[in-house]
């Protein structure tokens, strides 16, 4: 198992070129078996999140190649609907490959993703959604054995949950259903946005007629395109709060900052010294950190995948914080490994509370997901000492060349078999 050794504390000074997203790359990525030409996709990650997805499309019979940094992929001979759980399990993204299969052949067999360190993952309302097209489905065996006997059919479809997975599975099965969908109360991550930019590219005829509300009207045929990613506002975000954990000063590069407004504000909050370009950003983190409560929400609400990352930063603050974990039911799992280093956080239900006024000390640690795993290293860059970080694996999943980022603005961090 491999590991990560990080020597603290430093202060991070530079700039970082933010990579493609990985959370838009996934739904693109299954969103091109709706086609039978070829696909040209650029500022794919290279993330073993995006290896697994390639593999399971070249399970189903894609061909895919690289060819400079482009991903080509040419689905005309795609014709296998089976979605197996080795591939599945690690990758719960590997779930929407079924609202493609079910749009193109009309049956689908899928394993379900199963629950990982965060929480349960379930897909009713992925399934329920499509029950709505004219899919007929049941479980068996950890797998959903789908049906469309009538090919999908437009219908109008409330989404009972904001889901950002349920909401990208109907847009792309839609895409291809006879007549015309309304999906409302749509998740609206950018990373659907360009996931509906990407189908409309296609050639799909998709609308926003409403904040959250779309409509589809099905079509047959779609064209070779290429088309390129846009930035990971996750990798992006992880960033700015390393900079103003440790104190530092970087520049943000490759990023779009209207997205991340949420993000900029609140470290503006926190006492961070934040200048903003159209795509680059200038962060300089302040000694003195403010504490501030906070929950996670759908977007434009502040991430999920960025409350990890901002409760080590609240450990630094000059007084008391409180996080809620509104969206996922387990997502503490990196409080108790930042209370091996001395954070005296505690949890009540979906709230954690954080003191503050932390020096971190450096421990050895455990990485539970990915998320989590990033935020211990943002800990153990502000802590006087060597950590070390072990199941770095979660990691390699969301994280383009992390260490090489790292080093490159001052950290002293290694890879250690
Ligand atoms: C996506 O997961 C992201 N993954 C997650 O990022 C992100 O944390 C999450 O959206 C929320 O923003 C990808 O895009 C690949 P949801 P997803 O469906 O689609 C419940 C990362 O670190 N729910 O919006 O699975 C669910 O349990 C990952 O990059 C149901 O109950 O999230 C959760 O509590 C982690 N039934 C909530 O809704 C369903 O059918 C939000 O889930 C589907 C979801």
Redesign the pocket.
């Known amino acids: 198992m491999q590991k990560l050794e990080v020597f603290g504390s430093s202060k991070l000074k530079g700039s970082i070129s933010i990579s493609g997203s ?2 838009a790359s ?2 693109i990525l299954a969103a091109t078996l709706l086609s039978n030409e070829k696909v040209y996709l650029k500022n794919l990650p290279k993330v073993k ?1 995006i290896e697994t997805m390639i593999n399971l499309l070249q399970s189903l019979g894609s061909i895919t190649k690289y060819k400079n940094k482009e991903l080509i992929v040419n689905n005309f001979k795609q014709n296998k609907k089976f979605a197996s759980y080795n591939l599945v399990k690690t990758m ?2 590997g779930i929407l490959v079924l609202g493609p299969l079910l749009a193109k052949f009309g049956d689908a067999k899928v394993s379900l993703p199963g629950g990982c360190a ?10 329920k959604s499509l029950s709505k097209l004219g899919v007929r489905y049941k479980i068996f065996q950890g797998y959903v054995h789908a049906t469309a006997p009538k090919g999908l059919i437009g219908s109008k479809v409330h989404f009972s ?6 909401t ?1 599975n109907l847009i792309i099965a839609a895409s291809l259903a006879k007549g015309t969908t309304t999906l409302n109360n749509c ?1 609206i ?1 950018p ?1 659907i946005k360009d996931l509906v930019n990407f189908l409309k590219k296609l050639g799909c005829n998709i609308k926003w007629t409403a904040k959250r509300s779309l409509k589809i009207i099905g079509v047959q045929k779609v064209k070779e395109i290429t088309y390129s990613i846009m930035f990971d506002r ?1 990798e992006a975000g992880t960033y700015l709060i390393a900079a103003a954990a440790t104190e530092g000063n970087l520049k943000i590069k490759n990023i779009k900052t209207s997205i991340i407004k949420t993000e900029i504000n609140i470290l503006r909050k926190i006492g961070a010294k934040v200048t903003v370009k159209k795509d680059e950003i200038q962060i300089i983190g302040n000694k003195n950190i403010k504490g501030i409560n906070i929950k996670t929400a ?2 434009p609400g502040f ?3 960025l409350q990890a990352q901002l409760m080590v930063l609240l450990c630094k603050a000059n007084r008391k914080s409180l996080i809620k974990e509104d ?3 387990n997502r503490f799992m990196h409080v108790s490994e930042l209370n091996r280093m001395g954070a005296q956080i505690s949890i009540r239900g979906n709230k954690a509370l954080v003191p503050g006024k932390i020096k971190f000390a450096p421990a050895e640690l455990m990485a539970t ?3 989590a795993s990033v935020s211990l290293i943002l800990a153990a860059l502000s802590a006087k000492g060597k950590s070390i970080i072990n199941r770095i694996y979660h990691l390699d999943r ?1 994280y383009e060349n992390l260490e090489k980022k790292l080093k490159k603005v001052g950290a002293k961090i290694k890879r250690i078999n």
């Open positions: 990985k959370n996934l739904p999140d719960r993204a965060i929480g349960t993952r379930p897909v009713d309302i992925h399934l949950k904001i889901s950002v997975g349920a990208e998740a991550e990373e996750i759908p977007y991430p999920t995948d969206i996922f039911e997901d990915l998320r969301g």
